[in-house]
């Protein structure tokens, strides 16, 4: 994500992951490298594969304007589904599979994935998740950090906004986002620890990579990290949500939070030193009860209405909403959240009317790029 001198609000892109299914049967196949070879002629290098073969990636250009941002990633997400179709396949947003999970996923093929699989070994089983990642620009890496600081209390809010991943080998896991449980075995991912300065960042992820945990500085997977591409801060903490319009709110919602903490950083406030154990209990309750459920204060340990902590998040971020003219967008995803339910809430609706797995990836691939003339 390149950037320039310009005014107003930070710029911002989004990855979206993806999973292949049979358009006829519905489970997960391995043939995503079909899908991207037939989105590449419209999509470009904002298409590609992912660590397993069930997966693909898209990605915007950076933008400023956070309806650019949704029109690229509706573009993005009707250029897959149409490549899919046209092989009899089809293309879902959920962080997790519904049908036909293999274990273990077949990966791709490369150095990197054979030093991935000999240092994580059976991490790699549960690879088949899939996320939405934020970047907002932040090329002052020192200020990033500290941002983070701040951002590390609102992760399992966000996390709870776009939980979607209930099910797991065919089965409801009674959790709201079980993709964040499987991902938080790993140890290199999760919430990034208290840090003061980019030396510090670097020096952490330097002896974590000493210590074996790392294949390499890309594979430092923090729900919340500095890009190593990019002069980016990298919100990572996200279910990908069922529909584009979910993710084009999210990303309008982690800018204005980061706008807001960048601020109290710059009045000197380096982000308040939360209780480990309080914020994994967030995490937890977020990814077992979503949206449907209570979450917790990291500040207090008690327990709140999951809707009076997004309500929380809206106020805080309300200010940088208002100055980017996101206010609208973001509000009117929280309410659509409480009539509709959250992704996982929605997947468990669509089973429920036949009991049929086949009608949760149904609903979820005609609202992961609705076709012309069918509601987002």
């Not at 043939?31 to 298409?47: K, W, Y």
């Not at 077949?106 to 690879?127: I, N, S, V």
């Not at 075995?185 to 945990?213: C, I, K």
Request: glycine share 10%; with cysteine.
């Amino acid at each position: 994500m390149t950037t320039g001198q310009h005014s107003g609000p930070p710029l911002l892109g989004v990855e979206e992951e993806f999973l292949v299914v049979d358009a006829d049967r519905g489970e997960v196949v391995p043939r995503a490298a079909t899908v991207v070879d037939g989105a590449r002629p419209t999509l470009g290098p904002r298409v590609g594969g992912e660590i397993t073969t069930l997966q693909i990636e898209t990605r915007t250009d950076p933008c400023q304007r956070v309806d650019d941002l949704a029109a690229q990633l509706v573009e993005g997400r009707a250029a897959i589904q149409a490549a899919a179709r046209s092989a009899g396949l089809r293309v879902i947003a959920s962080g997790s599979p519904v049908l036909g999970q293999a274990v273990p996923p077949p990966l791709t093929q490369g150095p990197r994935q054979d030093r991935g699989t000999a240092t994580f070994r059976g991490l790699h089983d549960e690879l088949a998740i899939c996320a939405v990642h934020v970047h907002v620009e932040q090329p002052d890496r020192d200020r990033a950090v500290l941002i983070g600081n701040h951002l590390r209390a609102h992760l399992p809010a966000l996390l709870a906004l776009t939980a979607n991943s209930p099910y797991w080998a065919e089965r409801d896991t009674g959790y709201a986002s079980w993709r964040s449980v499987t991902w938080g075995r790993w140890p290199v991912a999760g919430p990034p620890p208290y840090l003061t300065s980019a030396r510090q960042y670097d020096d952490h992820v330097d002896m974590l990579l000493d210590a074996g945990a790392l294949v390499d500085h890309g594979t430092i997977f923090w729900d919340l990290r500095l890009s190593t591409h990019h002069p980016t801060l990298e919100v990572r903490v996200a279910d990908v949500p069922v529909t584009a319009v979910e993710s084009a709110a999210l990303a309008a919602l982690v800018r204005a939070l980061v706008v807001v903490a960048g601020e109290a950083v710059d009045r000197g406030d380096e982000g308040p030193r939360l209780v480990p154990e309080l914020l994994r209990l967030a995490y937890w309750r977020a990814a077992r009860d979503g949206m449907g459920g209570h979450g917790v204060d990291v500040a207090t340990g008690r327990l709140l209405p999951a809707a009076a902590l997004a309500e929380r998040l809206l106020e805080r971020a309300r200010p940088a909403l208002d100055a980017a003219g996101d206010r609208e967008r973001v509000e009117g995803w929280l309410t659509w959240l409480a009539s509709d339910g959250d992704g996982a809430t929605r997947q468990r609706a669509a089973h429920a009317v036949r009991g049929r797995l086949t009608d949760v990836v149904d609903e979820i691939a005609s609202r992961t790029a609705p076709e012309e003339g069918t509601p987002a």
